[in-house]
């Protein structure tokens, strides 16, 4: 195993997919954990992330005092990135100073020793690497070495061999430091001696018999399905374990895509022989959400009355069996893991409630059933991989993300006012089947429409029309917690804001957003 000590970088996330992209398995947990979590894991090394904080900052998070005795004691290889390189240079007895010359961005480090971060390659080689950083390590602990410099002469890369400590100033983990994957390369199979061994079909294994495990003779298992990748993934893995007695649901809230429910329905039960039942709940949704224009509100009911027809299911499901349902099968992923346990002051604790998002509506605190997540240790690319291995469909896990509020989060305003979930329907699923002609959708994370509120004045068929103005948002992301507009050919805009105007009736105006995130989020609300 291969421990990411997170202090709070926005790229540690990148360290733990790199290192699984070279077939090693990888956690990642708060840096300040306590020692006992590290030593429990095993691992055979521990990579300490950046982060935005400087070494003398009051609280600068670090990791317990007992850590380097345990490193050394059990030949635990360590490697320091950027602020983790730092706080080993200070926390062993080195010196770092609040640096004259701050170093971000694109910079070329010099190697002036022959180390095995760089293949033992010749002293003299260069390489173009990503900086971010303010302090600069000033003097190394006893035993450490200078291996590479940057080009303003501030040390880049540091080893002590004999106590196994690595270090290096900027970050290999992201794409522009072009040979950054080759140096974690090095590091994990030449320095540290691991095999690359780590393999979905493996964890496809390994999850199967800890379901069966989990999961008594007798019990039966829930499962409510989003018509997403991960709760499909989460499905089927668990109906290979456990069979006939997983119940999946499927609730058409009302505030679905243009023919989803059909489309997702049939792929449930003609390719993926998950038994569903179809709960019809749009009156239900509707009626709750009317004159609602607030997003937070419209979120809070939504996921309220998801947990309540959850509850009428699993009531049914218990009288029909004579045996209450005893899990919940939950597609949760790793991002949310992670995200939910970040170390102190890193800028990443949720003291903001920026959305209140839901999978199935987001669950009470005093609930009965247990939880299964069986991809709670897997990035979205990897659900994707495990999915295939599954059987899951090409064109169901290629699936764009879609939000559990729907549309609702689409339609800034009352979401049952006139025809404006229609409408937007319409209007919807022009951009995406014209996305899908150009053969642009594998390349784009997410796109949609947005129904914008009010309305604007046009001119259809030389008559004025008063009619509602809409937004195209397209974005390409890693895993939906940074994304870049995408930039579609003008062409293509043209086409799609003409048909849209042509065919909608009650559009008469497109848009297109090109905000990224931040400051933008990918939905509107
Ligand atoms: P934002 O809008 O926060 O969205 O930038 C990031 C990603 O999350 C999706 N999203 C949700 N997914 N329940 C979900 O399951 C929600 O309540 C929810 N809100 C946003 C969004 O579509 C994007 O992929």
Redesign the pocket.
């Known amino acids: 195993l291969v421990l990411i000590l997170d202090f709070g970088s926005q790229y540690t996330h990148l360290i733990t997919r790199r290192i699984r992209a070279l077939s090693v398995f990888s956690l990642c947990i708060s840096g300040t954990s306590p020692l006992k979590s590290i030593t429990d894991l095993n691992p055979r090394v521990i990579i300490l992330s950046g982060g935005p904080h400087s070494v003398h900052a009051p609280n600068a998070p670090t990791f317990e005092d007992g850590f380097v005795d345990y490193v050394e004691k059990n030949g635990v290889y360590v490697l320091g990135i950027c602020y983790g390189l730092q706080l080993i240079v200070q926390r062993l007895g080195g010196e770092v100073m609040v640096g004259e010359k701050h170093e971000y961005g694109r910079m070329e480090i010099v190697v002036e020793r022959a180390c095995g971060l760089f293949g033992n390659k010749a002293v003299g080689d260069k390489q173009a690497v990503w900086m971010s950083h303010g302090d600069e390590v000033a003097k190394l602990p006893d035993g450490f070495e200078v291996v590479a410099r940057s080009q303003q002469g501030l040390v880049a890369a540091v080893e002590d061999l004999s106590r196994r400590f690595y270090g290096l100033q900027y970050h290999p983990e992201v794409t522009h430091s072009p040979q950054g994957m080759e140096t974690l390369r090095y590091f994990l199979f030449d320095v540290c001696g691991i095999n690359a061994e780590w393999k979905m079909e493996d964890v496809l294994t390994e999850e199967l018999k800890v379901i069966q495990a989990i999961v008594g003779p007798d019990d039966h298992v829930i499962c409510a399905l989003?018509g997403?990748v991960d709760s499909a993934v989460a499905a089927t893995l668990v109906h290979k374990a456990i069979g006939e007695r997983l119940h999946c649901v499927f609730v058409d809230n009302g505030l679905l895509r243009y023919k989803e429910r059909e489309r997702v329905m049939e792929t449930f039960e003609k390719h993926l022989h998950l038994p569903v039942t179809c709960v019809d709940a749009t009156v239900q949704f509707l009626s709750k959400l009317k004159g609602v224009t607030d997003p937070e509100m419209k979120?809070k009911i939504i996921g309220k009355e998801f947990i309540c027809i959850f509850d009428d299911f699993s009531e049914e499901l218990g009288q029909k069996l004579g045996k209450q349902p005893v899990y919940l099968v939950q597609g949760t992923l790793y991002p949310d893991v992670i995200e939910s346990c970040p170390p102190p002051g890193s800028g990443r604790d949720h003291s903001h409630t920026?959305?209140?998002?839901?999978?199935v509506g987001g669950l009470p605190k005093d609930m009965k059933l247990k939880l299964i997540e069986p991809l709670k240790l897997l990035f979205k690319d990897e659900v994707r991989v495990l999915g295939k291995i599954l059987n899951v469909p090409e064109g169901f896990l290629k699936r764009h993300?879609?939000?559990?509020?729907g549309l609702a989060?689409r339609i800034l305003g009352d979401v049952t006012e006139g025809n404006a979930l229609d409408i937007l329907r319409q209007a919807d699923e022009i951009f995406i089947q014209s996305i899908k002609d150009a053969k642009l959708y594998d390349s784009i994370?997410?796109a949609f429409v947005v129904l914008l509120p009010g309305n604007t004045v046009g001119v259809q068929g030389d008559q004025r029309t008063y009619g509602r103005a809409v937004a195209l948002r397209a974005v390409t992301s890693q895993d939906?917690?940074t994304?870049d507009w995408y930039d579609f050919e003008h062409k293509f805009l043209d086409d799609v804001a003409r048909k849209i105007c042509n065919n909608v009736r009650g559009i008469n105006r497109v848009v297109q957003d090109i905000t990224s995130?931040p400051p933008s989020?990918?939905?509107w609300e």
């Open positions: 989003s997403g979120r920026i959305k209140s998002h839901h999978n993300p879609f939000p559990g509020p989060v994370w997410q939906g917690m994304a995130k989020t990918i939905e």
